[in-house]
């Protein structure tokens, strides 16, 4: 895996379905990322581009049996797996709350997987988490809905230049991030280190061609390092393991 310009990327942003659970989606032209982060105890649900378990809508499912690529049957029904067309990039949990990020081609591999755009303005999202268990099952009639999400353009748009002058490494990386910019010619930069969920959890100002980040304290997972210099700004992802 590798870090890549995140060009024409949109998000979500943080989107609280309920008051202990909530995700973020990412799009560009190539991939879509997902982060749910929700109780570690209770199943955990995302459905794609429809309001309600319509037969053949794409959803994605965190149970006790682990992560699921489905579709759904009609309500009533429980989805059955897909083509595992998901990466797991991180599945962590930290005092009971359970961090999962995924990554995907905007198109995947079923008729029945959704595909995708990062120049709609929208997606049809819903969503369900387990009625106090974490086995699936009926989720219960409080614990699931349906919304409209709007897509924003994920820290503005990039600037080509700097974006082809930008290098980030190495890829995946442990403890130590280099940002070089091949024409920086003494300029003011400011680099921000934003976690999936869209929270900044690094800052710095830098005045050199090269700067070395140190990431050795963050959770394993994806990053969005965002640089941004007088002439414009640029955006890659990186994994930090």
């Not at 870090?3 to 989107?15: D, E, L, R």
């Not at 409209?148 to 990039?158: C, E, M, S, T």
């Amino acid at each position: 895996m590798a870090a890549f310009t995140m060009n024409a990327q949109v998000t979500t942003g943080v989107i609280d379905f309920t008051a202990n659970y909530s995700g973020t989606i990412e799009i560009d032209n190539t991939n879509v990322t997902v982060t749910l982060e929700g109780p570690s105890d209770l199943w955990l649900g995302l459905g794609f581009g429809v309001d309600a378990m319509t037969s053949g809508g794409d959803v994605i499912i965190h149970d006790s049996s682990g992560f699921s690529d489905s579709q759904f049957l009609g309500i009533g029904s429980a989805p059955i797996p897909d083509t595992q067309d998901w990466t797991i990039v991180t599945n962590t949990v930290t005092s009971g709350v359970r961090q999962l990020t995924i990554t995907r081609p905007i198109a995947g591999s079923d008729l029945s997987d959704f595909t995708f755009d990062e120049t709609e303005p929208s997606i049809l999202l819903v969503w369900a988490h387990g009625d106090g268990t974490d086995n699936f099952g009926y989720h219960g009639a409080n614990n699931r809905n349906d919304l409209v999400a709007p897509l924003n353009p994920i820290l503005g748009v990039d600037d080509n230049s700097l974006a082809s002058n930008l290098k980030i490494f190495p890829v995946p990386a442990i403890d130590l991030v280099t940002v070089s910019i091949a024409d920086f010619n003494n300029d003011k930069a400011t680099i921000r280190l934003y976690s999936m969920l869209g929270q900044q959890v690094q800052e710095l100002a830098i005045s050199e061609k090269s700067t070395i980040i140190d990431i050795s304290a963050l959770p394993t997972g994806v990053y969005i390092i965002n640089v941004s210099t007088k002439n414009g700004f640029a955006s890659k992802k990186i994994i930090k393991k």
